[in-house]
């Protein structure tokens, strides 16, 4: 059975940093194409970042540069690096796995909310 | 990138009544070698994960019940519910997969009880 957990949410100051994961079970992160997909309150759903199995990576405009998605084969897990926290990144933030490179989210964590305030 | 706009955002029916939301693209997604629309539609319910409910535009997701069906072409579509349940309270969500990344989603249309 396919199951995400995602981890490491929390209220951080703006301008400060945050490390997100997501600990996959029952198929390999590492041969799947894995993105990151935020709410904020009262908002609709956005996407955030994507890495491939080959390992590339691609970022919404509103985070390049600001965030990193990687992950640990051995351990399963995929992570989001988040730094430079804006109060304009303040959302629950989803992992969700892609079916098999179709575009297709089909398997979703239960998400991890980050609060970006003073 | 390509922009997914739905209508109505938001959207109260009766019980047993028909629900229908449309959602537009800016840009065709309709891919002409294998004449696939490569449109998705998620349901939304508070607390809970999106869950995949259609894609290529009207093929149904395992397990789906079938009141909810998908129709359209190109760059207009439309998720209908046939009998709405109680449990089908949730907000929609259109998808484009055709042009990825970045992957984009329609605001959102909340489905209500009248």
């Known amino acids: 059975e396919v199951q995400l957990v995602e981890s490491g949410g929390g209220l951080v100051q703006p301008g400060g940093s945050l490390r997100l994961s997501c600990a996959a079970s029952?198929?390999?992160?590492?041969?799947?194409?894995m993105s990151w997909v935020r709410q904020a309150p009262g908002k609709g759903l956005e996407w955030v970042s994507v890495?491939?199995?080959?390992?590339?990576?691609n970022y919404s405009d509103s985070v390049k540069g600001r965030f990193i998605i990687s992950r640990h084969n051995s351990k399963n897990t995929l992570y989001l690096q988040m730094n430079s926290l804006g109060p304009e990144d303040t959302a629950v933030y989803y992992c969700?796995?892609?079916?098999?490179?179709?575009?297709?989210?089909?398997?979703w964590g239960q998400g991890t909310p980050v609060t970006v305030s003073s | 990138d390509i922009v997914m706009t739905q209508s109505p955002d938001s959207l109260a029916v009766s019980l047993g009544e028909r629900a229908t939301i449309n959602c537009k693209s800016s840009q065709s997604v309709l891919y002409s070698s294998n004449n696939k629309n490569y449109l998705a539609w998620y349901q939304h319910k508070p607390g809970q994960p999106p869950k995949l409910l259609i894609y290529w535009a009207s093929t149904r997701e395992s397990g789906v019940p079938d009141r909810f069906s998908g129709s359209g072409s190109g760059t207009d579509f439309t998720l209908t519910v046939s009998s709405l349940q109680a449990e089908d309270v949730a907000v929609y969500y259109c998808?484009?997969?055709?042009?990825?990344?970045?992957?984009?989603f329609g605001q959102g249309t909340k489905l209500e009880i009248k």
């Open positions: 969700a796995k892609e079916r098999a490179a179709t575009g297709l989210f089909d398997y």
């Open positions: 890495i491939y199995s080959g390992g590339s990576t």
């Open positions: 029952g198929f390999s992160v590492s041969r799947s194409y």
């Open positions: 998808q484009q997969y055709y042009t990825t990344p970045p992957y984009t």
